[in-house]
């Protein structure tokens, strides 16, 4: 099973990965580590990623989903996923992409079976006081507004599971385990 930690920057996805990853013993992979340098540069700098600057980190971390899923472990991804379409990238690759251009191609689901996603949401003033707070980070605080504006949050269809960010992380973490826990009891889980 994967868990995909998606929400806007400072929600608090890698913090929440991290004390999974822990408390579960999976591997984490944080989605910044995978952003292209010149990705890194440009937020540190305060400008917004186009969709087009996003796509070969969407596409590395659909390999490292398609992987782990080949291997049949479970893991942690966090990435902000904001948009449907990347959310749709991050499960199908670049078939995703066809699949949203042109009317005569496959239509994908809408959800893998093994793969969740962790939707951190919160309120935009708690989320921007955490972010003006932490240290060490390229991503600008400057910059929350236009993540709060490029969100298109999932809808239930997304295989979802929505985090309030309010809650402490060991709070959010028991949801996590009831969720896997309902899903070890159901028989649609392969």
Not at 61 to 66: D, S
Not at 126 to 152: N, P, T, W
Not at 154 to 163: G, K, T
């Amino acid at each position: 099973m994967i868990y995909i930690i998606m929400g806007v920057s400072g929600c608090g996805k890698s913090t929440l990965g991290a004390f999974l990853s822990d408390k579960l013993g999976w591997p984490l992979y944080e989605g910044d580590n995978f952003h292209p340098e010149e990705n890194i540069e440009k937020m540190a700098r305060g400008e917004r990623l186009t969709d087009q600057d996003r796509l070969p980190w969407l596409l590395k971390l659909h390999e490292v989903i398609q992987r782990e899923r080949s291997s049949g472990c479970n893991a942690l991804v966090v990435c902000s996923a904001l948009k449907r379409l990347y959310r749709q990238i991050l499960l199908y690759g670049s078939k995703a992409l066809s699949s949203s251009s042109c009317q005569d191609q496959e239509i994908l689901p809408p959800t893998l079976t093994d793969v969740f996603f962790l939707f951190l949401h919160g309120d935009y003033n708690l989320i921007h006081q955490r972010m003006v707070a932490r240290r060490g980070h390229y991503m600008k605080a400057d910059l929350l507004c236009s993540q709060f504006d490029a969100l298109e949050p999932p809808l239930d269809e997304d295989n979802v599971l929505s985090l309030d960010t309010r809650k402490t992380f060991t709070d959010m973490a028991m949801e996590v385990e009831k969720h896997i826990n309902s899903l070890k009891s159901s028989p649609m889980m392969p």
